[in-house]
């Protein structure tokens, strides 16, 4: 039988996963936008770093629960796993923040690019 404080520890393994489960998912959308991005798909580039954004949210949104019933008195026995989980979700809201700055940088070479062929072929 489990004693409170392993049914405690448990739970704030589950919510550890599932931040790193919902994370893990947004990077993978990252991933496909610098991809997309590279490729001058800029429309794909946007759908995937919505999709990211979603996901980001959702883990965000499990973190903060945690974070917010401790100010309101929860003692929580917080495990590496829960400290791998914010660690995992901040490292991937830096990736987010990267990409977007990369969006940026593809698009105007794209522009640039663009313009260049314009007064290649059409003078």
Partial sequence: ???ASSAAM???NSIALEIIMHA???RLCISEAVK???EGNFPATNEK???AKKKLAIAHGLQTDIVQSEGEGTKHDHTLLFIHA???LMTIYSEMNMVR????VFRRYEERITELERR???G
């Fill in 10 to 12: 448990d739970a704030i």
């Fill in 101 to 104: 700055q990369l969006k940026s």
């Fill in 120 to 122: 290649i072929f059409h």
């Fill in 36 to 38: 997309a991005a590279a």
């Fill in 86 to 88: 914010q660690d995992t």
């Fill in 24 to 26: 893990g998912d947004a």
């Fill in 1 to 3: 039988m489990l004693n």
């Fill in 49 to 51: 770093l919505e999709e």
